[in-house]
């Protein structure tokens, strides 16, 4: 697919929403479409494609404007169509050069575009966090104090709660399905697979609102006895010429794994086992113990993030749970990579406080807040107890962000099923808040109170960014 560079979008003025009125000079959307960087992410898009011929794409700051939309609002792929279709200052962000009443484009774009951004979603986030953050330092003073603040926490994805019973009748469920396509390209008679019988079993099993723990054992134990029969058929389909299409060759692999992993579990009395399985559609996604109130373990990716100058950046994602305080010297590193010197002062809870972090510190001139390893001692300073309250106080800050990201921002469950396309949707959340955090900033009134002598004066203003705009 070839793609076509599009010209540069008219300026505010200019714009004409068919209306007889003006948009509003303080809309949200119509000031975050200039705090874009949207030449180079069209640029950075453009490596995508390499062939000249073919249908064009659709411009990039048509379907990401659109997927930022869908973010912060909340919406489907087919609501964003229709809800930038009625509204003007939507597609003023998405680079329309005048109000139209027609769609923009189908919902069903957006799936191939969520595809091909996987690859580039981390080169995405790199500029525009890189072109948030030159506007941010360009406000701080010199001898402002670097802050590197730390932490991590995990992405809730929908899924059906996992529980083994409920992941081997869906297995059984496939199997049959398969079994049955194969004796039709064969022409033979179906296999016996008892599918009433079991369907019984399991409708008797799943209408009991209290499972004793004998009863689920014994369900397990059937449904392994079915899986595994119809497992044995399909190897002696395969082996007479049957063939299988790409999505269930996929999912045979899948329930192949399921069931050692089940027979496993079953014949040695245990409830742990490396990689398990939670979800047969998404077998990538791992439970990830957390040990909240609210919820102990979450199934989704866990992302290692940091604050630095008030941008949240990502420094780990993986759908396997992991240590995070054994990324402390790569995000150091990176920190370095990007401003050029290492910070004066990390913020981080007490899982990032080892022996190794504190002494790495140490050696690079770091101050690790926090209280140290050990016993707490029977008489603390009261100056050391406020420091390290002050410190935790100020470590707050990256939880704010996890919120904020995790309730408007709609990370606190992700409905993408593909591993790219729930890479996609956790980068435009931290997009999302870097924007609006740097809007807040230049909108928010700002007080300055100066004493000189017996006069006092306070100053009252407001930051107000204009970008360049090109007018036809």
């Known amino acids: 697919m070839a793609y076509r560079h599009r010209a540069t ?16 000079s303080d809309n ?19 490596l995508l494609f390499t062939e000249m011929g073919g249908r064009a794409a659709k411009p990039f700051r048509l379907l990401y404007g659109a997927s930022l939309i869908k973010q912060a609002e909340h919406l489907t792929d087919r609501s964003v169509v229709t809800a930038i279709r009625d509204t003007p200052a939507y597609q003023y962000f998405i680079g329309l050069d005048t109000y139209t009443t027609d769609l923009p484009f189908n919902h ?5 575009f969520r595809r091909r951004m996987g690859q580039i979603t981390e080169l995405v986030r ?19 104090l670097r802050v590197l603040i730390t932490d991590a926490t995990a992405v809730p994805i929908e899924i059906r709660f996992p529980q083994d019973t409920s992941l081997l009748n869906q297995a059984r469920l496939n199997l049959e399905e398969m079994l049955l396509d194969m004796a039709h390209q064969l022409q033979i008679k179906p296999p016996r697979t008892y599918k009433r019988e079991a369907k019984a079993k399991w409708t008797a099993f799943a209408r009991k609102t209290r499972r004793w723990a004998k009863e689920t054992r014994k369900q397990i134990k059937v449904q392994l006895q079915y899986v595994r029969r119809d497992l044995r058929y399909i190897d002696v389909l395969l082996a007479h010429g049957a063939s299988l299409n790409e999505r269930q060759t996929k999912r045979l692999a899948v329930i192949r794994e399921l069931f050692d992993q089940q ?18 559609a998404q077998p990538w996604i791992r439970p990830i113990n957390r040990g909240k109130a609210k919820q102990r373990t979450e199934f989704g990716p866990k992302i290692d993030a940091s604050i630095a100058d008030g941008m949240i950046d990502i420094e780990r994602f993986d759908f396997k749970a992991f240590n995070e305080s054994q990324d402390l010297a790569t995000t150091i590193d990176h920190y370095f990579d990007v401003h050029g010197y290492y910070p004066d002062e990390i913020l981080a809870d007490t899982l990032y406080r080892t022996r190794e972090n504190r002494q790495l510190c140490q050696r690079l001139g770091i101050r690790l807040s926090g209280p140290s390893l050990g016993r707490k001692p029977k008489k603390m300073d009261a100056k050391q107890r406020q420091v390290d309250r002050d410190a935790e106080k100020r470590r707050g800050k990256i939880e704010r962000g996890f919120a904020f990201m995790k309730g408007p921002l709609g990370l606190s469950l992700v409905r993408t099923k593909t591993v790219a396309s729930i890479a996609v949707t956790i980068d435009i959340a931290i997009n999302l808040a870097n924007l ?20 006092s004066i306070l100053i009252h203003y407001q930051i107000h960014v204009s970008g360049s705009r090109n007018v036809a």
């Open 28 to 46: 949200e959307w119509v000031q975050l479409a200039d705090m874009l960087p949207w030449q180079q992410l069209d640029e950075a898009y453009q």
């Open 126 to 144: 790199n500029i525009i966090s890189d072109t948030l953050r030159e506007q941010i330092q360009s406000l701080l003073p010199d001898d402002e």
């Open 108 to 112: 069903s774009t957006l799936v191939y």
């Open 9 to 24: 979008q008219l300026s505010f003025q200019s714009f004409n929403n068919g209306l007889g009125v003006p948009l509003s």
């Open 436 to 455: 609006k955090m740097l809007l807040r900033l230049f909108n928010g009134p700002i007080l300055i109170f100066v004493k000189y002598k017996q006069e």
């Open 263 to 280: 027979m496993f579990m079953y014949e040695n009395r245990t409830h742990r086992v490396p990689g398990r399985i939670v979800s047969l």
